[in-house]
């Protein structure tokens, strides 16, 4: 087994991910990162339980949430519904009680159900490194993957959460109802003035290598009043901006459709 280190502070724990590097793994819940060390010998496991960032706070206008806050306290302690959402959709209620906010946001394609929602929230991301503290927006973060690899960022410790201005939706296609793998999840944020869309975020996940925002699908519904024509549209652009593969949960073709049909769904439930 990898050798497990357990810093007593965050800056110590930010110092140990610049020593080792690509060397070590950081775990909180671990539901992800054991199947993928396990049997390993090599390395380093670096444990956030004595880190103290698995609380949640209120602040005027939105929530901090600590990287290591599992979901299902996440889902009681931000009455956002769009995330409660994606919570309720990782796993069953034993990998929601382990499974962390942080850990969530770096699981690869096709895990990682709540990406899209904190994307279409415009979440910040908190890092701690070597050099000092630093945030970035979760898309930033995004860009940034290489192959469906997360960047060596440091350590995240929080994500900074704004309450929607509009209103904000979230679905996931699967082939089961519950504690099954992603086909696509989709994720809409969107702002109105009267009748008409003034802003847009819609996020993607699943069908690429990596979750991002759709800028296509978003000029496509702002200045519409979100009738079918802007909704078909927005999921025409939405199905020709992923980059879908082929695996054992789903076609290549499969998931470019479903893109489509979730990006529209979500965009009618907001409508």
């Known amino acids: 087994m990898p050798e497990l280190l357990r810093p007593g502070s965050i800056d110590e724990a930010a110092g140990l991910i610049a ?21 390993s010998d090599e390395g ?19 929530w901090s949430i600590g990287a290591a806050v599992p979901l299902s306290v ?7 519904a769009a995330l409660q ?23 690869r394609a096709p895990f990682g159900d709540l ?34 690899t997360p960047p060596g960022a440091g350590l995240l410790t ?3 959460v704004d309450a929607p201005a509009g209103s904000a939706a979230y679905m996931k296609c699967a082939r089961r109802r519950y504690s099954t793998p992603s086909v696509v999840t989709v994720a809409a944020c969107v702002e109105k003035e009267g009748d008409t869309v003034t802003d847009a975020r819609i996020a993607l996940s699943g069908a690429s ?17 979100l009738d079918e024509a802007a909704m078909a ?13 082929t695996d054992a949960v789903a076609s290549e073709w499969y998931r470019r459709r479903m893109t489509g049909v979730f990006v529209r769904r979500v965009l009618a439930a907001l409508a």
């Open 74 to 80: 996440l889902r009681e302690a931000v009455p956002i």
């Open 85 to 107: 959402a994606a919570t309720r959709e990782v796993g069953g209620p034993a990998v929601q009680n382990m499974a962390t906010v942080g850990g969530n946001l770096f699981a």
């Open 115 to 148: 990406a899209p929602a904190l994307l279409a929230l415009g979440a910040r991301l908190v890092f701690a490194t070597a050099g000092g503290e630093e945030t970035q927006p979760i898309e930033a973060f995004y860009a940034d993957w290489a192959n469906g």
């Open 19 to 39: 020593r080792h590097g690509a060397a070590a793994a950081v775990l909180a819940g671990g539901t992800s990162l054991m199947r993928e060390t396990y049997p």
């Open 233 to 245: 549209a927005a999921a025409e652009a939405a199905q020709d901006a992923v980059s879908p593969r």
């Open 209 to 225: 290598a990596h979750p991002f925002r759709c800028a296509g699908a978003e000029q496509a519904v702002v200045g519409s009043g």
């Open 44 to 62: 380093y496991l670096i444990g956030v339980d004595r880190l103290g960032i698995d609380k949640v706070v209120s602040r005027d206008g939105g």
């Open 158 to 160: 929080r994500i900074e």
